[in-house]
């Protein structure tokens, strides 16, 4: 499903560069659940961007189902990320003058074929975990844990092959975090859905197939 | 990209900054409201020239007499030391005969002193001297009684008009017809009323609120007392040119010391058309100038809009909007704010024009071309002035965007 190799990234500021990403290869699966582990600072929120296609790497070389990324047609970036990717951050990233159905919707806003998901469907996913009864609250009114819950929901909505979550429990307590973990292991059963997930707690680390961990740009066998 | 979601998130996000919203619609409605006027008030003059034309007709000269004996084109400057010198009304009465150019005339003399009746003041009222053409050269009806006649000379007799006949039944007359009105010393016994008039005109007095007695008793009535004014009617097949000529010849050769001004009809609309030219002039200025200012306040609006909504475009390009989705939703706010302030203009401009047209005693008509011009430009400043944020928020790199606070 991903597969990178050689992937660098770096940063001018003033004069001087500063390499992120010195070279990382990986090779995900369609199907796995995977975190990537590593000190903060190491570039694993680089990579994520790169690989969810909001920032594009300095060099090296990007395959999302076999298919070379090209940098070239930025209208065929944002549909891919619309069709293939679901994003959830560790800062949820709701947009707060909209409720939280409307917030489930939103990536629908940006689809031709918007007319095939009925509210229905959007209805379901907040159902699925577990915040139908706030369905239309602002997230001001939700606590962080359901607003990362709405946050999944909106993810999903577009059927993604792909989930990326960069921290998605590091604002939250234990337990919350663990519920939210037990979604991602769920969809990822019985959707067949790709996770990735960033993360600092080896508990979560844990819970996945497969851990890489990164250190200093690279990733450490 | 739905269009509806997308003007729905327009007006909950341009609500939710009211303030800003509502500073940046000043200049737009200033700027729209003048265009609106402007046009309107264009149109307004268009259609008067049009009635007044239909309603007098294109034949009638006005012949002035003026003070201190210059060429008739200087346009007569007043000065209080020039002599004076009176038209005789044997030589205004003579002007048909003597000149083929004109076919009839009507001279008047406007009296002065207070009219009243049964010892109450008639506030519009205002005595007018004239002889029995001028009913018909001023295209006047009556609708009650008769007009002044020619034979009415020794008779102090009047016809009033209709709003002096409505006051003086205020005033506890019951009809008009017999009762006697007084202006200044004299008394005179009502014979008939004017049919009413629509105001404005070409008329140089207000045929509502005048009191029409025979020029012989205006002229006895006061020792001031003058022709100020006749009405001529060019004859059928002669131009306003020759006959103007004509007239200027024969006053010119009647007397070296006075002099009279002749102005037709084509200029009065001309003149008309002046000031309606400053007008416009004016209001395409102002119309303009705040057009722009509107404009960069639509602009600096958005540009904050786009800047504190950074995160938000960063959250929408994650979730897959395009470029263009994200320029569209912002340039539908600029319009949208265009359009508030449009709207809002030309209830503006409308307002002004029944004003300006109320006080120049024009007729107001509403020219639905003066809307959709108002909603084309509000329109247009929208999107003109809206471009440019619009572009700026959808050239934001989604990463940069979504880092950004
Ligand atoms: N826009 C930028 N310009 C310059 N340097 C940057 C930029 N973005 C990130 N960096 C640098 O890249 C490095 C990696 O950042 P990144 O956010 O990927 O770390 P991380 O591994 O996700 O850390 P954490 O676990 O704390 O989230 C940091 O040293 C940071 O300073
Ligand atoms: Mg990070």
Request: aromatic share 4%.
């Amino acid at each position: 499903m991903l597969r990178l190799s050689e992937i660098k990234k770096s940063y001018h500021i003033g004069p001087t560069e500063v390499d992120v990403l010195k070279g990382v290869s990986l090779n995900v699966d369609k199907g796995e659940l995977i975190s990537i582990m590593g000190p903060s600072g190491c570039g694993k929120s680089t990579l994520m961007n790169i690989i969810g296609l909001l920032d594009r790497p300095t060099s090296g070389s990007f395959e999302l189902n076999d298919a070379e990324v090209l940098y070239t047609n930025d209208d065929a970036l944002s549909d891919i990320r619309n069709r293939n990717i679901g994003f959830v951050f560790q800062q949820y990233f709701l947009l707060s003058k909209l409720s939280a159905l409307e917030n489930v919707e939103l990536p629908l806003m940006y689809r031709d074929d918007a007319a095939k998901f009925t509210r229905e469907h959007s209805m379901e996913l907040l159902r699925r975990v577990g915040m139908a009864d706030r369905a239309g609250h602002r997230p001001s009114e939700l606590s962080g844990g359901q607003q990362q819950r709405v946050a999944i929901a909106r993810a999903l909505v577009c059927n993604p092959a792909l989930i990326l979550a960069d921290e998605p429990t590091g604002a939250l307590d234990t337990n919350v975090g663990g519920e939210i973990m037990e979604l991602f292991k769920e969809l990822n059963a019985e959707e067949g859905i790709t996770v990735v997930i960033i993360t600092h707690d080896p508990g979560i680390a844990r819970q996945c197939q497969r851990v890489a961990v990164m250190r200093n740009g690279v990733i450490v066998p | 990209m739905i269009i509806g979601a997308n003007i729905k998130e327009a007006v909950r996000s341009l609500l939710s900054s009211k303030q800003r919203t509502v500073l940046a619609l000043i200049g737009i409605v200033i700027g729209i409201g003048s265009v609106i006027a402007m046009v309107s008030i264009g149109k307004i003059v268009q259609e008067e020239s049009l009635r007044q034309f239909k309603e007098m007709g294109t034949d009638v000269l006005t012949i002035e007499s003026q003070f201190g004996g210059g060429e008739p084109s200087t346009g007569g400057r007043i000065t209080r030391s020039a002599p004076k010198s009176k038209i005789k009304l044997a030589d205004v009465l003579a002007i048909p005969t003597e000149c083929p150019g004109i076919s009839a005339v009507a001279p008047s003399v406007r009296g002065n002193g207070e009219a009243s009746y049964g010892g109450k003041k008639l506030q519009n009222a205002g005595m007018i001297g004239v002889t029995e053409s001028f009913l018909g050269i001023n295209k006047l009806k009556i609708s009650q009684g008769r007009f002044i006649s020619d034979l009415d000379a020794h008779n102090q007799f009047c016809t009033i008009g209709s709003m002096v006949a409505t006051e003086m039944r205020t005033l506890g007359s019951g009809d008009v017809i017999g009762k006697k009105l007084r202006v200044g010393q004299s008394l005179y016994t009502v014979v008939g009323v004017t049919a009413e008039v629509l105001e404005g005109g070409m008329r140089r007095f207000q045929p509502n609120e005048t009191i029409y007695v025979h020029i012989t008793s205006a002229l006895r009535s006061s020792r001031e007392a003058e022709i100020s004014e006749i009405i001529a009617r060019v004859s059928t097949g002669v131009t306003n040119t020759v006959a103007r000529d004509q007239v200027l010849a024969y006053f010119k050769s009647k007397t070296k010391k006075s002099s009279v001004r002749v102005t037709s009809p084509e200029e009065i609309i001309a003149q008309m058309e002046k000031q309606m030219q400053m007008f416009t002039l004016l209001l395409g200025a102002i119309g303009s100038i705040s057009l722009i200012v509107g404009g960069v306040g639509v602009m600096n609006v958005m540009l904050v809009s786009v800047s504190e909504r950074r995160r938000e475009i960063g959250i929408r390009r994650a979730l897959g909007a395009k470029r263009g989705d994200i320029r569209g939703q912002f340039l539908i706010e600029s319009i949208i704010l265009s359009l508030i302030g449009g709207v809002l203009g030309i209830l503006f401009g409308v307002g002004a024009s029944v004003i300006i047209s109320h006080f120049a005693k024009w007729h107001f008509v509403l020219s639905s071309g003066a809307i959709l011009l108002g909603v084309g430009v509000s329109n247009a400043v929208g999107i003109f002035f809206g471009y440019y944020p619009a572009r700026q928020a959808s050239l934001l790199d989604p990463i940069v965007a979504l880092k950004s606070d």
